[in-house]
């Protein structure tokens, strides 16, 4: 069944913080293999000009993804998210998350479309630090593909 | 941010070198533990066929955070990189047979912007097919 357009524009409260430590950086680091320093050291990281270790570029997504769950689990739109497909993803970063970071998000549903039977779903996670300033935006697209006909 | 790549030195066409990321079960499971994503199309290969899968598949996620890894080796400063967009567009399909796939990944600059930034455009494939579509970063230069 198509998703009810009238969520287009619809935006969620901020997620409580998520707090980056030095070590969950590190083991996602790990986790893909990726030796760079400055995801380990803070001393290179600060030779790059930043004031702790940072992140990769596509860490934040377990941060943004969680939130988005506000977004798949609202009984109201009704995704059925055994179906659901990752699409695209995209960031647009201010500055790299860093260890330190207390960052919240805030999901809008951005697009609602149906696609040969399928629901095609675009969340906006727009991620601040503690002062409010914005660290980065993901866009995810999801898919929930249609049920094949009984 | 300080890439040690010059934005005068590069132009258009201008090849980033490219990386073979090799991805096992263990990868995937400890990819899993990090990224907290614990879909077991990702683990569980009787699940993953069950779901019309091939075999157990890579995360998206996981391909994509290999592929922007040949643009932050080029920069040196994760930080050059200010915008990162992919399409999901085939799975890797990692077997349970010791040596598991190879995720091959070029990047080529493909314009030169404004401010110091350059678009790279990223091709990322296994088994000869390409895993990602509109694959592309924005990175800023120094």
Redesign the interface.
């Known amino acids: 069944m198509a998703l009810d357009q009238s969520f287009v524009g619809r935006t969620y409260p901020p997620t409580a913080p998520y707090e980056v430590g030095r070590e969950k950086i590190r083991e996602f680091a790990e986790a893909i293999g990726d030796a760079n320093p400055a995801y380990t050291d803070p001393e290179a990281a600060k030779e790059l000009g930043h004031p702790d270790v940072v992140a990769p570029p596509t860490f934040v997504f377990a941060i943004t993804f969680k939130a988005s769950a506000q977004v798949i689990e609202d009984p109201q739109l009704g995704l059925d998210y055994s179906r659901v497909v990752h699409g695209d993803q995209k960031f647009v970063y201010t500055r790299p998350v860093r260890a330190g970071d207390r960052l919240s998000v805030t999901s809008t549903i951005e697009e609602i479309k149906s696609l040969a039977g399928n629901d095609v779903l675009d969340i906006r996670g727009e991620v601040h630090d503690e002062t409010g300033e914005h660290v980065v935006t993901a866009f995810t697209k999801l898919v929930s593909r249609a049920p094949e006909e009984a | 941010?300080?890439a040690k790549i010059a934005y005068d030195e590069v132009e258009v066409g201008t090849e980033l070198p490219a990386q073979a990321?090799p991805v096992t079960r263990a990868?995937l499971v400890?990819?899993a533990?990090?990224?907290?994503?614990f879909n077991p199309i990702h683990w569980n290969e009787k699940f993953a066929v069950e779901v019309g899968l091939p075999d157990v598949i890579a995360h998206?996620?996981?391909t994509?955070?290999?592929a922007?890894?040949v643009v932050?080796?080029w920069t040196?400063?994760?930080?050059a990189?200010?915008?990162?967009?992919?399409?999901?567009t085939k799975p890797v399909v990692v077997p349970n047979d010791g040596t598991g796939a190879v995720i091959e990944v070029s990047a080529k600059v493909a314009a030169k912007l404004d401010d110091g930034l350059v678009r790279v455009d990223l091709t990322a494939t296994s088994e000869g097919r390409k895993v990602l579509g509109?694959s592309r970063a924005v990175v800023r230069l120094a």
């Open positions: 941010m300080t990321f990868t400890q990819y533990g990090a990224s907290g994503d998206g996620m996981f994509m955070a290999e922007i890894r932050t080796d040196g400063d994760p930080a990189v200010v915008e990162y967009g992919v399409r999901f509109m």
